[in-house]
Structures are given as structure tokens and as C-alpha cells.
């Protein structure tokens, strides 16, 4: 299963920006998907994560201003961002979580990363 992540890039302090991540591959099911990021010298930090039952979890840092979804039919999952700090910089990866068939017809479970999109707040 492999994950495209798009949508990273240079804001100003208080602006927005929207990250996407569409996975592609034989899945089967998606039980969990989810954003971290990561600045340099620094250990990869939970941002948002949502269930297949549409049930969110926020780190406390992010919380009433970013804003996770998911398109099931496009398997793809978006944060939206918005009040953007400097302290939100650093490299945003989205992680899938799920279930997918191998040509043989086995199913398997999975735990994909997306390549990292860097996000930049500066003025």
C-alpha cells in the first residue's frame, strides 16, 4: 500500500494550509488513519488521528484549530490547518492503517507512512 501526501508548503503566522493523503494499493479495509510530524533533532509527534468510525483524536497543541477527514471512497485523508504557528512547522507525514489482499487472495495487515510533506511557517 503506498501513500501520496501533498499539500505542504510556505504560510505566513495565522494563515491556512490543507494536507492530503491518498493510498493506493489492493486494500481491503482502512481502519485508522492519521497525520505526525516532525522537526529536526526532534522525535515524530501525533498531530491528529481518525477511525473508521469518524472518531478523532487531537494533540493538545493542534486542537480547535486543525481539522481531520476522510474521503473513504477516495481513501484519502485531509488536515486542514488553520491559525498556523511557527512552532507548527517541520515535515507532516500521514499514516494508514489497515487491511489489504495480496494477489493470491490473502489478506494482510498494514501500517504505511507517507513520503513527508514539509510544512513552513514563517513570515
Known amino acids: 500500500v503506498q501513500l501520496q501526501a501533498y499539500g505542504g508548503g510556505l504560510v505566513q503566522p495565522g494563515g491556512s494550509l490543507r494536507l492530503s493523503c491518498a493510498a493506493s494499493?489492493?486494500?481491503?479495509?482502512?481502519?485508522?488513519m492519521g497525520w505526525y510530524r516532525q522537526v529536526l533533532g526532534k522525535q515524530r509527534e501525533l498531530v491528529a488521528t481518525i477511525t473508521t468510525g469518524e472518531s478523532t483524536n487531537y494533540a493538545d497543541s493542534v486542537k480547535d484549530r486543525f481539522t481531520i477527514s476522510r474521503d473513504n471512497a477516495r481513501n484519502t485523508v485531509y488536515l486542514q490547518m488553520n491559525s498556523l504557528k511557527s512552532e507548527d512547522t517541520g515535515v507532516y507525514y500521514c499514516?494508514?492503517?489497515?487491511?489489504?489482499?495480496?494477489?493470491?487472495?490473502?489478506?494482510?495487515?498494514?501500517?504505511?507512512w507517507g513520503q513527508g510533506t514539509l510544512v513552513t511557517v514563517s513570515s
Open positions: 499514516n494508514v492503517v489497515g487491511v489489504a489482499r495480496r494477489g493470491s487472495g490473502r489478506n494482510y495487515d498494514f501500517d504505511s
Open positions: 494499493g489492493r486494500i481491503f479495509r482502512i481502519n485508522a
